[in-house]
Nanobody
Framework: QVQLVESGGGLVQAGGPPRLSCAAS????????MGWFRQGPGKDREFVAA???????????HYVDSVQGRFTISRDNAKNTVYLQMDSLKVEDTAVYYC???????????????????WGQGTQVTVSS
């Protein structure tokens, strides 16, 4: 089992920039893709960003188009933590942000609703104009 705990959400003004953290514990694996999904008010859950282990023995990042260039995902395996730096925040980024592990980011970035092995409880990010 893997436990995921998010932190760093809250009320922020447009432009940001908060940083979300997701600390993993339990039977973690560096090979797990880890990342973030979000669900805004009245919206379906959507993929935001992920980091996954590539065949080139490096981590690669995946982003949904709406956050490309504004959000940056990073990973610290020594701390079992994934971060989401959010810059140039917009009101439409308001959502509950969920950390997830063990999923296929290549499918998620295509907009496919993918299952994940593990989910965090979510952290609210509210962007005010």
């Amino acid at each position: 089992q893997v436990q995921l705990v998010e932190s760093g959400g809250g009320l922020v003004q447009a432009g940001g920039p908060p940083r979300l953290s997701c600390a993993a514990s339990g039977r973690t694996s560096r090979s797990y893709a880890m990342g973030w999904f979000r669900q805004g008010p009245g919206k379906d859950r959507e993929f935001v960003a992920a980091t996954s282990w590539s065949h080139c023995s490096t981590y690669i990042a995946h982003y949904v188009d709406s956050v490309q260039g504004r959000f940056t995902i990073s990973r610290d395996n020594a701390k079992n933590t994934v971060y989401l730096q959010m810059d140039s925040l917009k009101v439409e980024d308001t959502a509950v942000y969920y950390c997830a592990a063990d999923f296929v980011p290549e499918r998620a970035v295509e907009g496919v609703r993918v299952p994940a092995g593990y989910w965090g409880q979510g952290t609210q990010v509210t962007v005010s104009s």
